[in-house]
Each structure stands twice: as structure tokens, then as C-alpha cells.
């Protein structure tokens, strides 16, 4: 392991590692950003670890949701049955790293009797070192964060990874969790945008649907409601659906009036 950073890791490499994460940073900070699908943002991050990391060979993002865990991102599928084997198992250093919060840091090797699918797994994909870091979304008064997975790095190098390395992961779990928050946000104001266009929709098509009824029929606005709301009722069909539909009827050539 790389334990002193000062003998093994130059003032260069830092400097363009730091430069690669704020590079990431500042483009996680445009309002475009929000705006992708979270798979490509956590993509982007994880080629950005593997750049910034000097001895990552490849990333992985692991995603927990009610469905379990499950690969996200990934920089090389070489090491995609390293992730899969430890899901399938229900332990591996990804998942202990989500599970008790904090960064794992090993050779692989030292943990074979504790984990011995990820081991075989890593093994057999020529890993040698790995370094699993949290990824967990602040949430201000509510407790301690969401935790929603991992980012994972492995290397083919048994003397990769150092605090150092560690600490660059823990800022891009910080920027990722700020990328998923930012992407929540603006996707629930999406469907925000979207469910009052469809409001505002089929608010039209009643008010259309009133307006002809009472022309065909010669009511008031409020039978025509009245009526509308009785066809919903007996056809179980929405409102909405029923204006529509009379619309339809209404401005086809072979009509005829709805009672």
C-alpha cells in the first residue's frame, strides 16, 4: 500500500488529479448537468475518478434501491462479474463500504476468508488492490444522509491506493451526491410541469365538451357538467377522458348527440 503519499504520489500527480475533480465539479455545476439522466452523470464521474486516481485501472458505481444493488457506471467491463458476484453474495467490499458508511481500503487478499466470491472474482479479473468509497446524499435535518450505493475503484497494482486516493474519492462521492440531488430536484419539477399541462388539458377539453353539449342540447352550464359527470360515472371513465372523447364525436362528420 501506498501509505506515504509525499514519497510515492508527486506535487505533478496531485496537482492534475485535483485539477481533473474540479474540472468535474465545475461541470456538475451547470444548470445542463441537472438536466441528464442520473446514469450518465454517475458515468461521467466515474471516468473522471478513473482519470484523477493515478493507479485506478477501472470504476464502477454501485446503485441500492428497493429493487437491491446493481451496477450503474462502469469504465471497463472486465471487472463488471467483480460487482455482480458480490450483489449475488450479499457482501464484498462495495456493499460493506455502503453498509457501514465508510471508505474500504484493502489488497486483495487480506479479506479472502470474509469474501471469498469478491476475491475469486477480483482474482480471476487480475485486480489486485481496490479502494470502495460510500456514495451518500445529505440530507440537512433529516439524519445522517441517504445512502444510495458506492463508487468502487479496483487496480491491477497491489501497492495502489493511498489516503490520499481515498480522500479524492470521498470529494467525488460529495460531487455525486450533489449530481443526484440536482437531478431529483429537476426531474420532480418536470413532472411538476408535466402534470399541470395535463391539468390545464383537460380543463380545456371539459370547458370544450361543456360548451357543446349545451349548443347541441340547449342547457346550462351546469347540466352539462351534470351529464358529463354522469357518463363518467356510468362508464367508470374520467372526466377528463369522457370530454375528450365527446370532442372527438362531436367534430366527426357522422355525430350524434350524447345524452
Known amino acids: 500500500m501506498r501509505e506515504n503519499t509525499t514519497d510515492q504520489l508527486s506535487l505533478a500527480e496531485a496537482a492534475q488529479a485535483l485539477d481533473t475533480v474540479t474540472d468535474a465539479l465545475t461541470e456538475l455545476r451547470d444548470e445542463g448537468a441537472a438536466q441528464e439522466p442520473l446514469e450518465e452523470v454517475l458515468g461521467r464521474l466515474a471516468r473522471t475518478a478513473a482519470a484523477a486516481v493515478p493507479d485506478a485501472d477501472a470504476v464502477t458505481v454501485t446503485h441500492l434501491d428497493d429493487t437491491g444493488p446493481r451496477t450503474v457506471a462502469l469504465t471497463d467491463d472486465s471487472v463488471a462479474d467483480i460487482d455482480a458476484d458480490q450483489y449475488a453474495a450479499g457482501r464484498g467490499p462495495c456493499l460493506h463500504a455502503a453498509a457501514s458508511r465508510r471508505p474500504v481500503r484493502a489488497v486483495v487478499g487480506e479479506y479472502a476468508e470474509r469474501w471469498p466470491e469478491f476475491t475469486a472474482a477480483a482474482r480471476a479479473a487480475g485486480v489486485r488492490a481496490y479502494l470502495s468509497v460510500p456514495l451518500i446524499i445529505d440530507t440537512p435535518g433529516e439524519g445522517p444522509g441517504e445512502l444510495v450505493g458506492s463508487f468502487n475503484v479496483y487496480a491491477r497494482t497491489a501497492?495502489?491506493?493511498?489516503?490520499?486516493?481515498?480522500?479524492?474519492?470521498?470529494?467525488?462521492?460529495?460531487?455525486?451526491?450533489?449530481?443526484?440531488?440536482?437531478?431529483?430536484?429537476?426531474?420532480r419539477a418536470q413532472r411538476q410541469v408535466e402534470q399541470l399541462n395535463q391539468a390545464l388539458t383537460s380543463r380545456a377539453d371539459i370547458d370544450q365538451a361543456k360548451g357543446m353539449m349545451m349548443v347541441m342540447h340547449g342547457i346550462g352550464a351546469d347540466e352539462a357538467f351534470a351529464r358529463l359527470i354522469e357518463i363518467s360515472q356510468r362508464t367508470n371513465t374520467k372526466v377528463h377522458r369522457v370530454a375528450h372523447d365527446l370532442i372527438g364525436k362531436f367534430s366527426s362528420p357522422d355525430r350524434s348527440p350524447t345524452r
Open 159 to 187: 501497492a495502489a491506493f493511498d489516503p490520499f486516493d481515498e480522500k479524492m474519492m470521498q470529494l467525488l462521492t460529495t460531487a455525486a451526491s450533489a449530481a443526484i440531488s440536482n437531478a431529483r430536484r429537476w426531474w
